[in-house]
């Protein structure tokens, strides 16, 4: 199966700043996720990251905060935006699908906000 | 609310024993179960799942039940091994949502 990578692996953010965490899959994927896991949280799905059209957002979750592109079918970027500590989580990518089928992760981001 | 529920945060197992990891749910129109594994600093991999219309899936080592009538599935490990220490997610999907539990750690112990 195609290998997926993040980048940065971790970040340490002041407030009120903005981070871009790109992902990178090795061949090309259809579908690719957006996750979220606060500390001592279950994995939060974010969005769903459409190749050459807008995300698609859980119910909690806005493009403003967290912008999305998707400008092919093997990469892919979140923007955490105008950060605050409750943003501090590891934020995985992942390809598969559909939603609910088996899904690939990559290493994941941790991301802590002072 | 927590749709998916994995009440023990960690558990330890012999090695060679049987480690039986537990998940609830409370949806009934989750249609598809899923485990993932994960280690530190890496993201999760899967494990093995089961479709709502059986109550069994074998993969090695690994077996997942189902009991739907109490919304309750199981991954048992057996025997369990040393590199089976990980955090363990159940995740359960209806439709396009998928929801994960908070993962159980699980100890082999030598």
């Known amino acids: 199966s195609a290998v997926i990578s993040q980048k940065p692996s971790r970040d340490i953010c002041q407030r009120g700043t903005s981070l871009t965490i790109q992902c990178q899959v090795d061949s090309q994927v259809t579908m690719m996720f957006w996750y979220r896991q606060q500390p001592g949280q279950s994995l939060t799905l974010i969005a769903t990251a459409n190749q050459g059209s807008e995300a698609t957002y859980e119910s909690g979750f806005v493009i403003d905060k967290f912008p999305i592109s998707r400008p092919n079918l093997t990469f892919s970027t979140l923007t955490v935006s105008n950060m605050s500590p409750e943003d501090s989580s590891i934020y995985l990518c992942?390809?598969?699908?559909?939603?609910?089928?088996?899904?690939?992760f990559g290493p994941g981001t941790r991301l802590t906000v002072l | 609310d927590q749709q998916v529920k994995q009440n023990s945060p960690s558990l330890s197992v012999q090695e060679g024993r049987i480690s039986i990891l537990n998940c609830d749910y409370t949806?009934?129109?989750?249609?598809?179960f899923l485990w993932y594994k994960k280690y530190p600093a890496e993201g999760p991999t899967f494990l093995i799942s089961?479709?709502?219309?059986?109550d069994k899936n074998e993969d090695g080592r690994f077996t997942v039940f189902l009991n739907k009538s109490a919304k309750h599935l199981s991954l048992h490990i057996v025997p369990s091994q040393p590199g089976d220490s990980a955090v363990y997610f159940c995740a359960a999907s209806a439709l396009d949502k998928i929801i994960f539990g908070k993962g159980t750690r699980l100890h082999i112990l030598p």
């Open positions: 992942s390809w598969g699908g559909p939603i609910g089928n088996e899904q690939f």
């Open positions: 949806n009934s129109m989750f249609d598809y």
């Open positions: 089961i479709s709502s219309i059986k």
